[in-house]
């Protein structure tokens, strides 16, 4: 052991970089030497020490040129970025073992350096041993340098090499030269110490990256700033950024990593209550190390109370949270991660909403309001989290509910007010809460009469508890023009300056908030001392500015000041046109000749108008004969409607747009506002079905707009379900025959809807009930089959409901869906120590030896053959079997797919070309196959399958007798005992040509595949699953060949 050292015995005489050299002989016979640099660094209070190790070099003539002479740092030449006759200087990065080998003269020396910031020492282990002093050639090198430049290695110096032309050396400085002052994933922020700020500079930028064993230059560039941007640089890319100031002898470089880019389509694949599985994509530019995912717990009101981060570096781009507690709400952050060295880089965070928009409450307002109340509607991103809601009024609670609205009565009128909504989960877990101011209307005044004593009119406010309450009127002369308009805050208006004799008519309203209106009091008087008639009708508007129109054209025009929504259905237009049409008629009904109305068509005219043409005939004459425009509008004018004003050969409706008066009306969700002349009507927009006439209770908003034609209500003491004719028509057509369960009690039928309302008492119509610890199943299916001609045929269509009741009580059905589908290929825990996996293959024919690996199209007359298999992974589970329990095929590799085709249910065929090929749960294979088919859409065909997993003390047989149609499920406690997973294969095409044998024909008894729509309430839970049925598929194919 040998110990060279500079000493002081006066630590006060110390300089900041004192630093002792320890060497050790570690082996004699291969002069190994380790060098432990230890550089002392005193501390004072309130400085941080930003110590900085650079690797520095020099040449003359070309050293690093001639042959055999090369630098190598990590692998990668450092030839390109030598300056002759510059100091070259590259930082480190610390906490690494950096490799250095210096080619020369035939000889390779090699040594590896480790900087230690956080103990102030540099590790230095190789054969040659380096020198602390420089030899009169380096120091001749070093004197080059201007006094303003920064030597970066010039506390601590050792030099690995020296010669007369070339010296290569390590140090460290607290004054590096070069900063990275920030970063993104396309752009580098670097600055430099200016060596004189009183000189214009012109500095030199260069970058460079690493390539094929060396640094090529990336870019060059010039400023005359002490900072600069570097742009157009690749996302998680090594780069050298090096400066260079003019007519200096320094080539400062350091090493950097640009941020990596976010990742690409992250999102939720599948979720349940207990579980969450995210995948997502690399970068754009497929560069990354790994990845970072935080999740977020949320408490009700959206606050992060805890958070997890975890590096994930498999490249399976999947992430399953599992063992979630109930009524856990979550949200996720995914950043791409790019090392090198100690150096990181982060993408920005992207993120997912995981499960905490599911119990959100969306669009809460005020829907309708009145002098005692106000009602509030919402939505809720997923009522299966929901128990029930609570509403707040003024802070108080007001009550709970199941459904997504709320009245609150018993108010003062013209006050404001705050409420609040809260959903709970569970007993009383609060997962979203949401406030909205509220207001109740005027009553109106009442009372008004005129004193002809005074010349004045009183009346009667609707409360005297009211505060800012105005009171608006308007006064004109009966079928004259109006005289006086103004706002007061008094309950009684002088009139001094009446004339005798004279009728005037008094509008008068009572304003609240300066927003809400009461209905107008009308008050009819004469300046005599007598009043009359007082009578209540709606307000009177001002006319619309004049439009310019086209009125040469032959036919009336009406003009309305507003627009027709785009998205207008047909049958909705044809309504208008009765409306229009029955105005136009009416307001020609004392014409001196009798008239027949035919509406033209609308058109869209300066915005927001429309233009209603028309054409009007002699309706006592068989030929049609147009009538004279110009007697008609005489005869219109002359009626003094108030609404209508005739113009230049037009006629204008005066009256206000309703529909955009949305602090007097509202129309439900899913639903459209349409003005019709005087008033307004709320439909249901494209796509939606209006139920209000069959719903319980009595919707105070109309239409009730539900989607996609079907709708079900769990009532306390009923059910109700139902399909709307419009569904049935958009799929088939003909005539249909409805039959609910076994057909005791009737299906009613309206204009547009198929429906049933019946008893929760299954014995009645024949529900079918299933009852376990917790809750009652009761099922209803509507059979709706298809007629054509005096033909029945046997291509049905089920519709089954499920309402499943807690066995302590109800609560209201809604739509949603918390079933757990995983992908194609699954590893179940089947326990502590072991993973067992299954798959769903699809093979080519009966020997199950060729699979199917790619898309592939077959026809109808092709034979489909799937084996399920539990891979036990080399483990000892051979006591293990499988059973498949359902299967069914999608249009989409999603199994959730709204649209299905069953195949398997409850172990027992729901097809009757289903085969088994094995014996279903008897081993760790089961096998079938099935006839080839096509569903509606005509896309990929996906297949999926539900598998359990039987343990050796459980029963996976399951025999499938003549009862199994209406006994279709599994106890829930039977089934919960068991793993299970889904497992996927596909896609196939359908070959629709035809071949010489035709597809298979249904047999005459019915195969019952079916559309399963079903409504589970469950602590506020409801699951909707909808499954198409093969049989009617194949009929609706046929129809459109």
Known sequence: MCLFHSYSPDLATLGEDHWSLLCSLTDRNSLEYSLVFLILVPHSFGRCFDMSFSLCWMGGNDALQRQNTDLFFNGTSLKSITKAGKVSSLKLFPLVENKLTFQYGGFNLRWTITVSPRTKTVKITGRQKPSEHPTNATKDFLALLNPAEVFVCENGTTFFHQDENFFLAIGHTLRFPLKLEGRSPTMFLVSWMEMDPNVLNIYSLTVYHRELGSYNVFTEETTERNHHRLSALDPCSHYLVCVETADSHSFTCLSAITDPDVPKDFEVTTWNSSCISLSWDCPVNMKYSLFL???FYLNGTDHIWDEVSLWLRDDTFEFTLSDLQPCSRVKFGLQTVCQAGLETGYSKMVLNEGNSGHSNIDTLLQTSFGPDNYTLSWEVGNISFISMFRVYHQGELQGTTLLTSYTVGGLLPCYKYQAKVEALCGENVLMNAKTVEAHTGSRGVSGLRYRSNDSTVVWTPSTLQQTDVAYIYKLSLENGPVIQSSRLFDTKLPLPLLEEGKSYVLDVWEECGGRWESEPSHLCFERS???????VRAAEFTEDPELALDYDRMGLVMVVPWTLPKDLEEELRIKLAQIFTKKMQELLKDFAQPVQVELESFEAADDPHTEIWFQSFDASRPEKVLLPVSDQLHHIESLNDPNITVKNGVIYWDAPDLCASSEHHFCPPHSLCINTLGSFSCVCRQGYHDVSSVTLPAAALRPVCKEGGFFSQCLEKSMIGGITKAYLTSRASGKVQVKLNDGRCSVNETEKLFFFHIPRKSSQCGSEKQVNGTHITLQNTLSIT???GQTISRRDLKVVWKCVYPRYYVSNARVASDTLWLSSINLVEFNSSLSLG??????????FTRSYEETVSLSFEDTLFFQVSLQTNSTFASDVLLQVESCWATESPNPQDEVQALLLLDSCPADDTFLWMSVNGHSQISRFSIQMFSMPKRLHIYFHCLANICGPDEDCSKSCTSEVRSKRSVKTEARNKKLAAVVSAGPLVVDMRVKSVQPSVWSEH??????VAS???????????????????????QQQQ
């Open 293 to 295: 995912l935080t999740v």
């Open 529 to 535: 001392n007598s009043s009359f008639e007082i009578h």
């Open 786 to 788: 298809l007629v054509k």
């Open 838 to 847: 299954l798959s769903l293959v699809l093979f080519r024919d009966s020997s």
């Open 1006 to 1011: 019915m195969t019952a595949v079916f559309i």
């Open 1015 to 1037: 409504s589970i309430s469950l602590l506020g839970l409801t699951v909707l699953s909808l499954s198409a049925a093969k049989a009617i598929m194949t009929y609706f194919e």
